[in-house]
């Protein structure tokens, strides 16, 4: 079946540090891969997303590729900050929005000042 | 803002009892949504797919028996755990789609803790 594999965490840098989180899956067909954040107390919000090989996705200074030939979608950020605390979920979808998504562990990160 | 909004956050319930969640699609109408549960250390997992006006959709391995999914309105569905046990803590959360990018939305999620 589908999976996502993240790395685990808690992954904790200090502020301006460069950011990895890696990201690989098993799919069936092509998926949509998605980054997203859920900020404490607060819903998962859509970092980014890539839809097909080669694609790169970017928000907020994150950025993500879609490298099928390693099933890969790892997440960077080249100088974090205490704001980008957050739980990161790498996933993939099969269909699109309305499908289901599938969803790695999430990567607890904390920058500390 | 807000697109969806999930109620209660955090709920603390006995051995036994019921607890209903809620999920509302803000200023638009939802047909469809989606209920997920995460356990300690593991991943954010379908259980059911939520459908206006007929049954749930439950992903294997879930009891539509005990997971009771009500999707009675286009802005509201609903989540009963039913006879909670304290293996069903857990944090749930509910999403919907919208728009013509299909783009998924999440609600603030729930914390259940069964004593």
């Known amino acids: 079946g589908d999976s996502v594999t993240q790395m685990e965490g808690p992954v904790t840098l200090s502020e301006e540090a460069f950011l990895t989180i890696n990201c690989t899956y098993t799919?069936?067909?092509?998926?949509?891969l998605f980054w997203y954040v859920q900020y404490p107390g607060e819903g998962l919000q859509l970092l980014l997303k890539?839809?097909?090989?080669?694609d790169k996705g970017s928000n907020k200074g994150f950025e993500a590729t879609y490298r099928k030939e390693t099933t890969s979608f790892h997440l960077e950020k080249g100088s974090v900050q205490v704001s980008d605390s957050a739980v990161y979920f790498c996933?993939?979808?099969?269909?699109?929005?309305?499908?289901?998504?599938?969803f790695g562990t999430g990567t607890k990160l904390q920058v500390i000042p | 803002g807000a697109v969806v909004s999930q109620h209660p956050s955090w709920v603390i319930c006995k051995s036994g009892t019921s607890v209903k969640i809620e999920c509302r699609s803000l200023?638009?109408?939802?047909?469809?949504m989606f209920w997920y549960r995460q356990f300690p250390k593991q991943s954010l997992m379908l259980m059911a797919t939520?459908?206006?006006?007929?049954?749930?959709?439950?992903e294997q391995g879930v009891e539509k028996d005990k997971f009771l999914i009500n999707h009675a309105s286009l802005t509201l569905s609903t989540l009963t755990v039913t006879s909670a046990h304290p293996e069903d803590s857990s944090f749930y959360i509910c999403?919907?789609?919208?728009?013509?990018?299909?783009?998924?939305?999440f609600g603030e999620g729930s914390w259940l803790t069964v004593v």
């Open positions: 999403s919907v789609g919208r728009g013509e990018g299909n783009t998924i939305y």
């Open positions: 799919a069936t067909g092509y998926p949509s």
């Open positions: 890539a839809t097909k090989a080669d």
């Open positions: 996933a993939l979808s099969l269909s699109g929005g309305y499908q289901k998504v599938t």
């Open positions: 200023d638009f109408q939802a047909t469809t």
């Open positions: 939520s459908n206006e006006g007929s049954k749930a959709t439950y």
